[in-house]
């Protein structure tokens, strides 16, 4: 299947489709002639499809006093994680910090795990995907997203003309997998989450992404320092940041497999991070 076709299938698939592109092939919409994708001669279509015009959603959201409280909060700022949990990372380079992850006994999740995951992708990718930490197939291959939802997030960038491994870069919150006594994927801890996001703040500050993506509440609330009990649903529509950089916040894609009824709002939030990237210039 070309890219074109699986773009226009997933977007099909989130209640978006079918995909119109014009006729002679440009990118702009004003006075085309559009005809449907799948009946369509190859032409080609813009790489990121960039709306004119940010989803009526996020102003609304923006307007509401409640939410531009959120909005506006204080991210944690890592220099002080890294403090309160005793490791510095400031002076690494890339691989300095792989092999320190790799050897990392900050905190209890060390003892459970069988691999570390550092994260994927291009390491001067300019988008930077955020998931939560590890579940049990990626402790065991040692890389993020591997699973059901994972495959969901590459479509999601393909959707977005992103590919995994391709100007986009995937971590998580917390390098090992959290696990309950029963032996199942649970949320990390606090101080878990403390003890290892001085990590991902020096991949940042490596990779210098222009466009972070929270994916769900994990991600979200432990960048933006949010109290736990804050809904993904308040943070969504607006963009925050994170040492220094755009934040958007969207769901979880593993969420996304349990609440299909969501796609639209994540796609909706996708288009967030878009525009917020094509107004950052690159
Ligand atoms: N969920 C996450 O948040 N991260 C992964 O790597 C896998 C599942």
Not at 191 to 217: F, H, M, N, S
Not at 227 to 232: F, L, N, Q, R, W
Not at 255 to 261: C, I, K, P, T, V
């Amino acid at each position: 299947m070309s890219e074109m076709s699986r773009r226009s299938v997933f977007l099909d698939e989130i209640g978006l489709g079918p995909l119109w592109l014009r006729r002679d092939g440009g990118a702009g919409l004003a006075g085309a002639e559009l005809i449907k994708a799948d009946v369509a001669p190859a032409v080609e279509i813009p790489a990121v499809p960039v709306p004119q015009r940010v989803e009526p959603m996020a102003s609304r959201v923006q307007d509401n006093p409640a939410v531009s409280a959120w909005a506006d909060a204080e991210p944690v700022s890592v220099p002080q994680a890294a403090v309160q949990a005793g490791i510095s990372t400031a002076a690494m380079d890339w691989g300095q910090l792989q092999k320190a992850v790799a050897g990392c006994t900050a905190c209890g999740l060390c003892q459970g795990r069988k691999n570390t995951v550092f994260g994927i992708g291009d390491s001067k990718a300019k988008w930077l995907f955020i998931g939560e930490g590890p579940g049990r197939n990626e402790d065991i291959q040692g890389e993020p997203f591997v699973g059901p939802a994972g495959k969901l997030l590459d479509n999601i960038l393909l959707a977005m003309g992103l590919k995994r491994g391709e100007n986009a870069y995937i971590a998580n919150i917390v390098k090992c997998r959290p696990t309950d006594g029963t032996g199942r994927d649970r949320p990390p801890a606090a101080d878990e989450v403390a003890a290892c996001l001085p990590y991902l703040q020096r991949q940042i500050e490596l990779i210098q992404p222009t466009v972070l993506v929270a994916l769900g509440k994990t991600a979200a609330l432990s960048l933006l320092g949010l109290d736990p009990a804050t809904p993904v649903s308040k943070l969504r529509g607006s963009v925050h940041r994170y040492a220094d950089r755009p934040l958007v916040v969207t769901y979880h894609p593993a969420y996304l497999l349990r609440q299909l009824g969501d796609k639209g709002k994540v796609w909706s939030d996708l288009c967030l991070a878009m525009s917020t990237y094509a107004n950052a210039g690159e």
